[in-house]
């Protein structure tokens, strides 16, 4: 069983921060791309940041300068530091993988995570 288990949503007020944290678990023999998306009320999900195994970063050109994607591949765990917060980064935010589960494997694949809800007042 691999699992993806975001923590750190919450309510915050417009101008503030938020470190969301991902942990992945179970059989995983390789951590590929990790990453982060959101869908906010209304709409489809979108990509916010993506991190390769070796620490390349993209960000979609709405979070640029102010969200973070880090990672720590000894925790198995990919961090995204959220800063000057606005309403329309309201959504739910999940986490994504690419894992090898074994060393057989060709392929990765696809891993989400349930979501944790951020919610940014105005």
């Known amino acids: 069983q691999v699992q993806l288990v975001e923590s750190g949503g919450g309510l915050v007020q417009a101008g503030g921060s938020l470190r969301l944290s991902c942990a992945a678990s179970?059989?995983?023999?390789?951590?590929?791309?990790m990453g982060w998306y959101r869908q906010a009320p209304g709409k489809q999900r979108e990509l916010v940041a993506t991190?390769?195994?070796?620490?390349?970063?993209n960000y979609a050109d709405s979070v640029k300068g102010r969200f973070t994607i880090s990672r720590d591949n000894a925790k198995k765990m990919v961090y995204l530091q959220m800063s000057s917060l606005a309403p329309e980064d309201t959504a739910v935010y999940y986490c994504n993988a690419d894992i090898v589960r074994y060393s057989i494997s060709q392929e990765g694949y696809s891993y989400w995570g349930q979501g944790t809800r951020v919610t940014v007042s105005s």
């Open positions: 991190i390769t195994s070796g620490g390349s970063t």
């Open positions: 179970g059989s995983i023999y390789k951590l590929n791309d």
